[in-house]
Nanobody, 119 residues
Framework: QVQLVESGGGLVQAGGSLRLSCAASGRTLTLSKVGWFRRAPGKEREFVGAIRWSGDSANYADSMKGRFTISTDNAKNTVYLQMDSLKPDDTAVYYC????????????WGQGTQVTVSS
C-alpha cells in the first residue's frame, strides 16, 4: 500500500503562484507514476498532469502547459506541482494519485488540498 498526502494549498490572487506537495509513504518503490488531478465546484474531475516516479517524462493537460510544472524529489518521496500565472478558473481541490505498473488506473489517492484563486 501507498499513502499520499497533499499540502500547500491556499488562497492566492490571480497571477500568483503556489507549489503543492504530494508526500508518499509506504511501498513507494512500487510506484510507477504519480498524477495530479483537480475538481472544481460543480465540475467533473480533471487531469492536470503526471510524471513517472523516476522523475522523467512529465505530461500535462493542454490547458496547463506552460503554467504548471510537475517534479519529483525521490529522496523525500515527494512530488510537486508548481502552479504559476494562476487564474480564478484554477480554483479547485487538487489531488495527487499514484499507480503501480500492474494497476490499470490510479489506485492510490490523497485527500486533496484546496486552491482558491481570487480575481
Amino acid at each position: 500500500q501507498v499513502q499520499l498526502v497533499e499540502s500547500g494549498g491556499g488562497l492566492v490572487q490571480a497571477g500568483g503562484s503556489l507549489r503543492l506537495s504530494c508526500a508518499a509513504s509506504g511501498r513507494t518503490l512500487t510506484l510507477s507514476k504519480v498524477g495530479w488531478f483537480r475538481r472544481a465546484p460543480g465540475k467533473e474531475r480533471e487531469f492536470v498532469g503526471a510524471i513517472r516516479w523516476s522523475g522523467d517524462s512529465a505530461n500535462y493537460a493542454d490547458s496547463m502547459k506552460g503554467r504548471f510544472t510537475i517534479s519529483t524529489d525521490n529522496a523525500k518521496n515527494t512530488v510537486y506541482l508548481q502552479m504559476d500565472s494562476l487564474k480564478p478558473d484554477d480554483t479547485a481541490v487538487y489531488y495527487c494519485a499514484g499507480k503501480t505498473m500492474t494497476m490499470p488506473a490510479y489506485g492510490y489517492w490523497g485527500q486533496g488540498t484546496q486552491v482558491t484563486v481570487s480575481s
